[in-house]
């Protein structure tokens, strides 16, 4: 078993072989995701190639893992059933179960398929050991654990399949910001990023705006404008149109920057190219709303932490660049591991 050094040094050289890559394996590279997922544009990958390299070093791999023992209690299989809805999603989970000693038996999405077997192929070069730790599965009937990620319906499904497994089961999740009216248009503009990078695809992503009443939408369409590019794209500008469309024939009032509908609901994840908003009167006020739906709530973008059991706070821009230790539903992947592998 490679010891826990051996280990911390591969995955830092994962992100020095991404950070290298040459144009002609860029290229490569963007062309087949896309060419498997048309949603995974070449910016789209490059930005989650960069998300990779940022946590892929040897400084912050050792600050998350700072508590993992040298070796395992024991090495234990762990299923993972991968999501696909943006690039590279499911490879966080991937890195916990090999940092930790672990057997990864990986069920990968048919959505991101070819991307996470790029980057396995590039583990198993640099350290051939690990190909005995890491197997991709159509089931997962010889796992010891699973952790499974999917929308609120596949959940249930899940729960019922996965029940006699330690589990971890991750339903729909969303983003939300929090605007005062105060936010120079730095901060709005940033917070395009959040809505609008992966299209709105990810459980990061802001789908929800809580606004003060009488908020003036102007200064945050403005600053959105530079990404109206998004509607270039075939399949984001078809949920715009048909998202469009239904408001209309149904006279529901709606908000329209040409690339993007605002509708005001008390609905925490709308569809692609719609972004919900919903107004408060105070700060109690809304500090209530984000608690009655903050199991729901993946991150909350805002000038300043809501002081709410939702700790998951981040600045404006920021939604799409997690940390290693910003665990998806706020549930300790490392530790769950750890629990396993002891049991």
């Known amino acids: 078993?490679?010891?826990?050094?051996?280990?911390?040094?591969?995955?830092?050289?994962?992100?020095?072989?991404?950070?290298?890559?040459?144009?002609?394996?860029?290229?490569?590279?963007?062309?087949?995701?896309?060419?498997?997922?048309?949603?995974?544009?070449?910016?789209?990958?490059m930005l989650a190639k960069e998300g990779l390299q940022r946590y892929l070093n040897e400084e912050k791999l050792r600050h998350w893992i700072k508590e993992l023992p040298a070796q395992p209690a024991s090495v234990k299989k762990i299923g993972l059933v991968m999501a696909g809805n943006i690039p590279w999603v499911g490879f966080h989970d991937l890195l916990t179960v090999l940092i930790s000693g672990q057997h990864a038996l990986v069920k990968l999405s048919s959505q991101d398929s070819?991307?996470?077997?790029?980057?396995?192929?590039?583990?198993?070069?640099?350290?051939?050991?690990?190909?005995?730790?890491?197997?991709?599965?159509?089931?997962?009937?010889?796992?010891?654990?699973i952790i499974a990620t999917g929308g609120d319906n596949t959940s249930r499904y899940f729960e019922y399949y996965f029940a006699k497994y330690p589990h971890i089961i991750r339903k729909n999740r969303t983003g939300v910001a929090v605007l005062s009216g105060s936010e120079p248009g730095s901060e709005l503009r940033a917070l395009g990023e959040d809505i609008f990078r992966y299209f709105g695809l990810g459980c990061r992503n802001v789908s929800k705006l809580f606004v003060p009443e009488q908020y003036d939408f102007e200064p945050l369409f403005q600053a959105l404008q530079s990404y109206e590019n998004v509607a270039?794209?075939?399949?984001?500008?078809?949920?715009?149109?048909?998202?469009?469309?239904?408001?209309?024939?149904?006279?529901?009032?709606?908000?329209?920057?040409?690339?993007?509908?605002?509708?005001?609901?008390?609905?925490?994840?709308?569809?692609?190219s719609v972004i919900f908003y919903e107004p408060y009167q105070n700060e109690d006020e809304l500090i209530q709303k984000l608690s009655a739906v903050e199991e729901k709530i993946q991150c909350v973008v805002a000038q300043q932490p809501m002081y709410t059991s939702h700790q998951n706070h981040v600045q404006f821009g920021q939604a799409q660049q997690p940390e290693l230790w910003d665990y998806a539903d706020g549930v300790n992947t490392l530790a769950f591991i750890q629990d396993v592998s002891k049991s």
């Open 1 to 45: 078993m490679l010891s826990l050094n051996d280990r911390i040094r591969v995955f830092s050289a994962v992100g020095t072989v991404l950070q290298n890559l040459s144009e002609y394996e860029i290229e490569e590279l963007t062309a087949r995701a896309q060419s498997e997922n048309s949603w995974f544009t070449p910016e789209s990958v």
């Open 232 to 272: 270039h794209h075939h399949k984001y500008n078809n949920n715009y149109d048909y998202n469009k469309s239904i408001y209309l024939v149904n006279r529901e009032p709606f908000l329209d920057t040409g690339f993007a509908l605002f509708r005001q609901s008390d609905q925490l994840v709308s569809p692609i």
């Open 114 to 145: 070819f991307l996470i077997r790029y980057i396995i192929n590039i583990i198993t070069e640099l350290e051939p050991q690990f190909e005995s730790y890491i197997t991709v599965v159509d089931k997962l009937n010889t796992a010891d654990a």
